[in-house]
């Protein structure tokens, strides 16, 4: 076996020998007799284990030269334009989206190649391909050298012309998706590298597969203010990254994000209830029994955070959830039917465990509605009577499943006119004279000494050695004096 051979057979790049054999003999060629075939051969197999990547996620501008397998994704319209010079003729580029099992890339085919291109490729079609890596409007892009055919390589890439969740893989691009709109984010600025300032906003979309987060960068960040939750929209062009460990569809200034008429159904996945543990990241789905007031708070480096928490019950128990940042915005009341998904369960107060719901999270309505008055006329003359809660099963007004007062209060369910009820913090007198006993219940606005607490009408001081903190929900019972309760309980 001979020295070309020999180098060869140690190569990792997928090249015959024939091609190699060539390869080493216009080396030495080029080298004027400065190098004979082993130096030649061993100056190629550098250069074809420098082009040669694993995928497309490996290509990066400042690579030379790269040597990738991958499949047409979708392909774009030539385009016609003037050189430079009185004399030149007009060039032509063709860019066209390939992907395979790492990522998706954009590649720009030139002038004869482009013309060649526009009248022979096909999406689904597998290229191996050679070019320079360069930063491109897009992101990195790939100027093409030579490109062909390769019938024989697998690419596990799906290229169709729709899709559901359940159907989106890494480096899928041209994805035009419908689904149900869970959830809506803000819109953010941050700055680029070149100075210029970016905007980025994210949604949540659900089908009868699944739920995915849309990215939308740019010009189409604006839908994420413009658009509503629980209308159907399809998504336009959009292409597949991960992040985190999961998969997220963005949405660039050629895609669109777009409100239509279809009835698409999103059938959430959930944990009961009463399995959560703390540590888990879970999706909740029940009825809000009842809902607090929005409170801000100081964060350490001096900016503004707010909180809100609701109590969600379903049939095995029930939960409290702090809504946080733009979450709290959301509207919700008791009655409503929601699921939450993607929520930390941490260890909350009283040895209970409570749903934390950030950025990270989506907070979908699946039902609106309030808890029926249903046992109004029942009331006795203290106004308390026998109700039916949020899943229709006999309450006597004593708060939640556990026994405790809930966070919304005991004795707080009054039929509105509607025929509606609604659930408010309240004490357990009408009026609260001096030396009292009384039971509040609150939200924490200072967790110091005193503890105070608010229920959105009034706001106490409550003497207790109890470890409670910002933004929890507790009640507090004892003799009350004015505005202060000497709290001989509080849970």
Known sequence: MGVIDEVHGDLDADISLDEFRDAVEEKVEQMGGLADEETAAMLIAHELDESEVNGVADIEPGIEEVKFVAKVTSIGDVRTFERDGDDAEDGHVLNVDVADETGSIRISLWDEQAQAANEQLEIGQVLRIKGRPTDGYSGTEVNVDQVEPDEDTEVDVQVQDSYSVSDLSLGLSDVNLQGKLLDTGTVRTFDRDDGSEGRVANLTVGDETGRIRITLWDERADAAEELDPDITVEIVDGYVRERDGNLELHVGNRGAVEEIEADIEYVPESTPIADLEIGDTADIVGVIRSTDPKRTFDRDDGSEGQVKNVRVQD?????????????????????????????????????DIEASAGWQSTISVLDSGSPTDAGADDADETGQGTGLDAFGNGSDGSGGSDGSSGSGGSDAERATDSGTTTTETTTTTATAAAGEYVEFTGTVVQAGSPVVLDDGDETVSVETDADVHLGQEVTARGERRGGKIDAEDVF
């Open 315 to 351: 049939e095995t128990g029930d939960i409290r959830v702090a809504l946080w940042g733009e979450k709290a915005d959301r509207e919700l009341a008791p009655g409503d039917k929601a699921a939450f998904a993607d929520v930390s369960i941490k260890d909350g107060w009283a040895d």
